[in-house]
């Protein structure tokens, strides 16, 4: 029997969290192969990430590029059929919730192959995030169920999962991050930006914090509140660079605004920080383990575990500036421990979990 699994990654996200999984299932001596679709296709956004976690260099490139939510995902689809179709995998692995993980879910349910699901049961319960419809989509479709936080068994009970899909394994891209913590050094961005004191890193992206007129006029408002507060930095994500400029963003002595950067100097820049504000998913957990106090602009959040933990918050953007300067003045304290399973051993789980689970299909089929 064919035993070989099949990694998809398209994205940013997604590659802090496969990094540790395909490293333990080497270890194991797993036949596995890496397609990246090029949903993220500049260097700053994919390339960097190999080159820094020790990723191998992908088996196919798929150069998707970006487009619309259908157009993507629909590329994605068309181009993974004809290579599942040649590698037959016994197993396709997705991360996240990218257009990708969705798009290769797809294909492979239709092909009749098994999906495991890394990061499984996540839910803002909002339905306009895209998101949202690619996390119910596929772990409706997935075989194996990779939970990274308690909730996440919660919601995937909540719709009927089978407690047989469902494993509890804790969160590979803290993995990741424990990993390369000795190599965050915030004396590099502090240097390369001239940052002489506290200060905040921002992150926005969302198309509700972005995309319209309003929206980016309140996003531009606060980060120019923030910046009277203190000394920020804005690493621009191509999303929303047009809007946000068109808005008014435009950067000052208090307020850098710089290109996107790769995993260690962004992390470098995150460990040195008073306080983030951001509107991604990645950012809450990574801030929440580094117990650097983060707000999040944003009206719900798949990561509840963060807000329980007591390292992060929703805000709204007018509100940002005031909670800036409350953490400013030191209105916040750190949690002593990281939550359960987030010990840097995730990755382990997951391969040990495949292993066994190819395991009992081979034995299974050859009966």
Known sequence: MNRSVVHIVGARPNFMKAAPVISAMAARGMDQQLIHTGQHYDPAMSDVFFREL???EPDRNLGIGSGSHAVQTAGIMLALEPVFAELTPSLVVVYGDVNSTTAASLVAAKMGIPIAHVEAGLRSFDDTMPEEINRKITDLLSELL???A???LENL?????PESKIHFVGNPMIDTLLANLERFDPAGPRTSLDLDGAYAVATIHRPTNVDSRAAAQRTVKMLDGMARVIDVVLPLHPRGQRSLAEAGLRANERLRIIEPLGYLDFMSLVRGATVVVTDSGGI???T?????PCLTVRRNTERPITINHGTNRLIEPEDVAEAVASIVAGDWS????PPPLWDGHAGERIADVIVRWLGEVAVTRSH
């Open 146 to 148: 990779f939970v990274t």
């Open 334 to 337: 750190a949690p002593s421990e």
């Open 150 to 152: 308690p909730e996440g």
């Open 288 to 292: 929440t383990v580094l117990r650097i």
């Open 54 to 56: 020790g990723l191998p």
């Open 284 to 286: 809450q957990e990574e």
């Open 157 to 161: 009970r909540a719709v009927g999962a």
